[in-house]
């Protein structure tokens, strides 16, 4: 029999409204949608006429298509205790995230072959709480992967123009410009139009590298934060814009963006025919340098956290037709050790800690109250926008997820937008506490989330069984299809 969810704040995202209604959607055995009712009236109609397994009313809550995070670090296999796929589904799920895609970087062995992804895929299987995907390697030396990666279902490939930290260094290094447009042009000649992505972390390194102030104290974020400069990202920016326009069928997109200067470079590249997005996270959205207080270091990551001053012009670029297309967690905890969250000598070190934000549970709530906070236009309209519908398009998702229509996965989010809640570690479920939202009040609670019609997250209930799935990329010439694992 089918299911059928009710709630009198829903939101379709399916281009119909942009406001929200009170009605139902029926979800078939396969975890399908089968119908949207589109009133009370359309309800009560089907109530009376129909029987159904089961009926769940979420009455005022706002029930909306599940988030899509395409930017998250899962560190499993080799670095579990950083963050593993139970933990980051889990994380996902309580956050309203219905799918998340995996970055390359931090695993170890990194997804840079297909050997290396069908490890990645035997160990997801049967642990995760959401639908994920994976994000393909290019690293120098691998272009003869590239194209199997591809063909083996990665969502599109993914490269940095600046070396990670250590120990990820060894294993996941930078290419070049050269390395880079070798690899596209290898693309272009495999790829149909319009197909591959190719996701860039954008800082480049200056050509002196930037050395801290020998009696600068490492503890204090300014120290940290004067040896990556926002030209970092304006020179990345500039040569990406660059082999855009010179390989213009294939999608560029620049991860985690922190720096407002970058913003009309990628605007004015799309206008003259380039195919490039760009994504920020929302620590750049509702934290500022300003306030990272000393031994911080849960607040480090790359590209850093800016002046409060920044934050403007990337709320500008959040608008419709803005040059931000969407918002990605850049999800990468590590271990206290690693975050120099000790104690000890090296307590504090931001210069030594490992760089990156646990956030992946907290992106909904956090976008919110920074928007509320600065008395924003932003709606649950652009929630879905940057947050869902954005993200499925840039991974190829979108004939599946990221609207609530006939034919569509029953991913829902449901989330109260009034609710206020104080961030504890006792609520993260991610495998390291650490986060720079320890304490603030944030505003907007999830009470359940819901993948293919079945509730793997409830508020005070806990999770359900792991019946996430493997999303693996199936692509024939322009038409892009799913395998369902």
């Not at 005022?60 to 930017?71: A, E, F, K, R, S």
């Not at 296999?77 to 980051?88: H, I």
């Not at 070049?176 to 190719?198: F, S, Y």
Request: charged share 20%; hydrophobic share 35%; proline share 7%.
């Amino acid at each position: 029999m089918d299911l059928l969810f009710l709630s009198r704040r829903i939101f379709l995202g399916d281009g119909s409204h942009n406001s929200l209604i009170h009605g139902g959607i029926i979800v078939d055995t396969e975890g399908i949608i089968r119908k949207v009712l589109r009133s009370p009236q359309e309800v009560n109609t089907y109530l009376y006429n129909t029987e159904s397994e089961s009926v769940y009313d979420f009455g005022d809550l706002v029930l909306q298509p599940g988030l899509i995070d395409p930017n998250v670090h899962i560190n499993e296999p080799g670095r579990k205790d950083w963050e593993g796929f139970v933990s980051a589904t889990k994380a996902a799920a309580a956050g309203g995230f219905t799918t998340i895609i995996d970055r390359p970087t931090n695993a170890a062995p990194p997804t840079v072959s297909v050997a290396h992804l069908k490890a990645k895929t035997s160990t997801a299987r049967g642990k995760i709480y959401v639908d994920v995907g994976f994000w393909g390697g290019l690293v120098p030396g691998n272009g003869d992967q590239l194209a199997p990666l591809l063909a083996a279902g990665v969502m599109g490939l993914q490269c940095t123009l600046c070396d990670p930290a250590s120990p990820v260094d060894q294993e996941f290094p930078a290419v070049n410009e050269a390395q880079l447009e070798e690899a596209l042009c290898r693309l272009e000649k495999d790829q149909d139009e319009g197909e591959t992505v190719v996701a860039v972390h954008a800082e480049l390194p200056l050509s002196g590298e930037i050395q801290p102030n020998e009696e600068a104290p490492p503890r204090e974020y300014g120290t940290f934060l004067a040896t990556r400069p926002p030209q970092m990202e304006i020179l990345a920016t500039q040569m990406l814009c660059r082999l855009s326009q010179r390989h213009p069928r294939l999608k560029l997109h620049i991860l985690n963006a922190s720096s407002g200067q970058c913003l009309p470079l990628v605007a004015e590249c799309r206008r003259q025919g380039g195919q490039i997005s760009l994504d920020t996270c929302p620590h750049y959205l509702h934290l500022a340098a300003e306030e990272v207080p000393e031994c911080g270091t849960e607040f480090k990551t790359w590209p850093p956290i800016r002046e409060r001053g920044n934050q403007e012009a990337l709320w500008l670029g959040l608008q419709m037709g803005g040059a931000i297309r969407m918002i990605g967690s850049d999800h990468s905890p590590a271990t206290p050790g690693a975050r120099a969250l000790t104690c000890g000598r090296g307590r504090g070190n931001f210069l030594k800690a490992w760089p990156g934000i646990n956030s992946l549970q907290l992106s909904l709530p956090v976008v919110w109250t920074a928007a509320n906070q600065r008395g924003s236009a932003l709606t649950i309209a652009d929630i879905h926008r940057l947050m869902c519908e954005e993200p499925a398009k840039l991974c190829g998702l979108s004939a599946s997820k990221g609207r609530i229509a006939e034919g569509y996965d029953a991913d829902f989010c449901v989330w109260s937008p009034e609710e206020e809640f104080t961030v504890g570690p006792e609520q993260l479920y991610t495998a390291t506490k650490a986060t720079p939202y320890a304490g603030r009040r944030l505003r907007g609670v999830v009470h359940a989330t819901v993948v293919r019609g079945l509730h793997v997250y409830q508020q005070f209930e806990g999770f359900g069984q792991p019946l996430g799935k493997v999303l693996l990329r199936r692509s024939g010439r322009k038409l892009v299809k799913f395998v369902r694992m």
